[in-house]
């Protein structure tokens, strides 16, 4: 591979020059270590390619590029251990593009109540719905970005991974495994030139005969080796390699990033109960959880006044009966909630009519309805 002539990074010469050693050095015994030491992971799985050609025509698949798709989604702020079963409840659920697509959001919604970062799911639900809209399906880089919720790394990967194609990879596994082998003192940070180096690096690797698995090699190993704390250098296969192990810095290369303060925040939650029915509201738009089925919940500045607040909300029913029923307490981010659950009774009074976005569901059938793990730790009882 030559050097580029109008590199966007600040890749020098002689870094380029000892990257490329580098990385010769360690396709091998980078492939020979991953045959033998790769998890068995459903998306891994091969297909048959045969009934890939009619809808993939530019390029036959070696993998389901929609199963790709959906792991690397998932993958996204998420460990591996939880998002297995969850995949295969997915795709049980949902196991082609057009019934994503068919499915509405509420399906979408619940099938993803747990892993957290809701929008991932919305975006699969808008990517897939976009993908049957179109005469040809995607198979490049440049295709795969113009699905809602695709960015270069998720396009990079389901590229090299299902089609075998030469596209870079850069995940926080890549970042740290380049920091080590290359000695880089820095990280990938947003719109700099350092991120332009790493993505130029990860465009490098991938430049060499059966990409798709030399990324997937790079990823495992920094996943199951080369460990953000203590790693298992010992097992590595790229000792010789390293820079970092060479100079005893392997505990210190890449730099931590710095963890955002953790905020707590008082909320209040209601199971408000009513002839055996239970009062369920759609969360506003904009709002924490918008577009989720959730109990009455009040957070921040507003859960002392949450009786008022309610009654506000909810002009044409009477609190009856009102007792604490649990605490418990749920991360979303930076942020650690401490809900407080209330059993509410309450009657509606003649003139009662549901506000905007509220429901009321017969209680065995309220698990049913709901999208989110938050609404279901509130259901719960201890």
């Not at 591979?1 to 109008?6: A, H, L, V």
């Not at 850069?170 to 940070?189: H, Q």
């Not at 192990?245 to 707590?264: H, S, Y």
């Given at each position: ?151 270069p790394y998720t396009a990079g990967a389901i590229v090299s991974l299902a089609f075998g194609m030469r596209a870079p990879i850069l995940d926080g596994n890549v970042v740290r495994v ?10 990938p940070g947003k719109g700099t030139a350092e991120k332009h180096l790493y993505w130029e690096l990860a465009r490098l690797w991938a430049d060499a005969a059966q990409p798709g698995e ?158 989110n793990a938050l609404a279901r730790k509130i259901w719960t009882r201890p």
């Amino acid at each position: 591979m030559q050097k580029r002539s109008t590199s966007p990074s600040p890749i020098s010469t002689a870094f380029y020059s000892t990257a490329v050693q580098i990385f010769a050095q360690c396709r091998l015994p980078l492939r020979k270590w991953f045959k033998k030491a790769a998890r068995s992971l459903p998306w891994r799985e091969p297909i048959d390619t045969a009934g890939q050609k009619k809808k993939w025509s530019d390029l036959t698949a070696r993998r389901s590029p929609y199963a790709v798709w959906v792991s690397e989604i998932m993958l996204q702020q998420t460990q591996v251990a939880a998002v297995v079963p969850y995949f295969q409840n997915w795709m049980a659920r949902f196991p082609t593009v057009e019934a994503l697509a068919r499915a509405s959001e509420e399906e979408v919604l619940r099938a993803w109540a747990g892993l957290g970062y809701y929008a991932r799911a919305r975006n699969l639900h808008r990517g897939a719905q976009k993908m049957v809209s179109l005469e040809k399906r995607p198979v490049t880089v440049e295709e795969w970005e113009r699905i809602p919720g695709i960015g270069p790394y998720t396009a990079g990967a389901i590229v090299s991974l299902a089609f075998g194609m030469r596209a870079p990879i850069l995940d926080g596994n890549v970042v740290r495994v380049f920091s080590r082998l290359l000695g880089l003192d820095f990280l990938p940070g947003k719109g700099t030139a350092e991120k332009h180096l790493y993505w130029e690096l990860a465009r490098l690797w991938a430049d060499a005969a059966q990409p798709g698995e030399l990324n997937e090699a790079l990823m495992e190993l920094g996943a199951l080796v080369c460990t953000p704390v203590n790693p298992e250098c010992a097992r590595c296969p790229l000792p010789f390699s390293c820079s970092a192990l060479q100079g005893g810095r392997q505990n210190e290369l890449p730099p931590v990033k710095p963890r955002a303060r953790v905020e707590e925040v008082s909320a209040v939650a209601l199971r408000a109960v009513s002839g055996g029915k239970v009062l369920v509201e759609t969360r506003a738009p904009g709002s924490f959880l918008a577009g989720h089925a959730m109990f009455p919940l009040f957070h921040g500045a507003e859960a002392p006044s949450w009786r008022a607040t309610f009654q506000q909300r909810h002009p044409g029913l009477k609190i009856v009966e009102a007792r604490p029923a649990h605490t418990f307490r749920h991360a979303i981010m930076a942020k650690r909630y401490v809900v407080t659950v209330w059993e509410l009774t309450v009657v509606r009074n003649a003139a009662y009519e549901p506000t905007v976005g509220s429901h009321w569901f017969p209680e065995p059938e309220a698990d049913r309805v709901l999208t989110n793990a938050l609404a279901r730790k509130i259901w719960t009882r201890p």
